[in-house]
Each structure stands twice: as structure tokens, then as C-alpha cells.
């Protein structure tokens, strides 16, 4: 089991910027790849970044490229989510997902990222 604990939403006006935080515990050997996903009230929850296992290689969404950096280290089990340039488009709850080397799927609990224009 893997258990994933999201941290660093807020509100922030536009143009600002948030760096999300996951930490993730339990069988962190078992983690492959990682990512951040986010879904608006009533919408689907869409791919935001993706980031291979010892974050040598990264995918971001269309919408989010050269503003968000996603990041991982290892050592602190943790990884990362710079947002600049923020938007009110990109308001949403993100989560912090987690595959194992199984191909599970793990998932934090979400958090909150409100931008205000």
C-alpha cells in the first residue's frame, strides 16, 4: 500500500504562483511513475504532469506547459508541482497520483487551487 498526502493549495490571484507538495509513504518502492492530476466541479479529471520514477523525464499537459515544472525527490519521498502564471482557468482540486510497478493506481486526497482574476 501507498498512501499519498497532498499540501500547498491556496487562493492566489492571477498571474501568481502555488508549489504543490506530495508526500507519499508505505511501499514507496513499488512506486513507478508519479503525477498531478486536477478536475473542476462537474468536469472529468484531467492529466496535468507526469514524472518517470527518478523524474529523468516529464510530460505536462498542453495548458500547463512552461508554467508548471513537476519535480520528485526521491530521498524526501516527495514530489513537487511549481505553478506559475497561474490562470483562473486553472482552478481546480489537483491530486497527487501514484503507479506502482503492478500498474495500480494510488491517489491522494486532493487539494484546493482557487486562482481569482
Known amino acids: 500500500q501507498v498512501q499519498l498526502v497532498e499540501s500547498g493549495g491556496g487562493l492566489v490571484q492571477a498571474g501568481g504562483s502555488l508549489r504543490l507538495s506530495c508526500a507519499a509513504s508505505g511501499n514507496i518502492l513499488s512506486i513507478k511513475t508519479m503525477g498531478w492530476y486536477r478536475q473542476n466541479p462537474g468536469g472529468q479529471r484531467e492529466l496535468v504532469a507526469t514524472?518517470?520514477?527518478?523524474?529523468?523525464?516529464?510530460n505536462y499537459a498542453d495548458s500547463v506547459k512552461g508554467r508548471f515544472t513537476v519535480s520528485r525527490d526521491n530521498a524526501k519521498n516527495t514530489m513537487y508541482l511549481q505553478m506559475i502564471s497561474l490562470k483562473p482557468e486553472d482552478t481546480a482540486v489537483y491530486y497527487c497520483?501514484?503507479?506502482?510497478?503492478?500498474?495500480?493506481?494510488?491517489w491522494g486526497q486532493g487539494t484546493q487551487v482557487s486562482v481569482s482574476s
Open positions: 497520483h501514484a503507479m506502482s510497478i503492478t500498474n495500480f493506481n494510488y
Open positions: 514524472i518517470s520514477r527518478v523524474g529523468d523525464y516529464a
